[in-house]
């Protein structure tokens, strides 16, 4: 009988260290569904495009080409002539162009002349789409609010400053000509 115990205590604690021994062996390997490399591109297309909307408006540099596109320039793009480049298509150069990524800027603003929101393709000219986005594709968007007496933006790097927004001809139209506040736009990049 002593016998019997022993076996059945010998095996109570060896089925406790193989247990245990797996308990710690998963903790030490990922069992989780493997990421694919599509997936870890796209996260990081998706932080990339975060971070430059978000550098951009922090130093208003995001503003100034919204101001400079409404004016004067009639395609925001990181990849023409860095002379003529505003800081924030520097950062696209920077950060898009560079890796070979294909990028859409979309403005959308209010429109009161059609009761709705206006959706722009700045990226490109509106008949030249670029080609679809891929599998690996992140999108990212931040808000801007232009003000009626901010200034419009001319010239190469969008540098020189012109009348107020509120003076003149402009791209975007004015929400409510009683208020200081001119449009709120939301920009959008779409980045594969």
């Known amino acids: 009988m002593d016998r019997g115990q022993a076996y059945t205590l010998e095996g109570t ?10 308990l710690i062996g998963l903790q030490a390997v990922d069992t989780g569904q493997l990421q694919s490399s599509e997936d870890r591109v796209s996260e990081q297309l998706t932080t990339q495009s975060e971070d430059v909307l978000t550098v951009g408006a922090e130093t208003g540099a995001l503003s100034q080409v ?65 080609a679809a986005p891929g599998r690996s594709t992140a999108v990212a968007t931040q808000r801007i609010t232009l003000y009626d007496d901010q200034q419009i933006q001319f010239g190469d790097g969008c540098t020189t400053p012109g009348y107020e927004i509120g003076e003149g001809a402009f791209k975007i139209p004015d929400v409510d000509t009683e208020s200081p506040l001119y449009n709120i736009v939301e920009v959008r990049i779409v980045v594969w």
Request: proline share 0%; charged share 25%; glycine share 4%.
């Open 66 to 130: 919204i101001r400079c596109w409404g004016a004067d320039k009639s395609v925001v793009d990181g990849a023409v002539n860095s002379d003529e480049n505003a800081r924030f298509e520097r950062m696209l150069n920077h950060t898009f162009d560079r890796q070979n990524r294909n990028y859409n800027i979309y403005l959308t603003y209010w429109n009161r002349s059609v009761d709705d929101r206006t959706e722009r393709v700045i990226s490109t000219s509106e008949n030249q789409a670029l």
């Open 13 to 22: 604690i060896g089925a406790i260290v193989v247990v245990t021994a797996v």
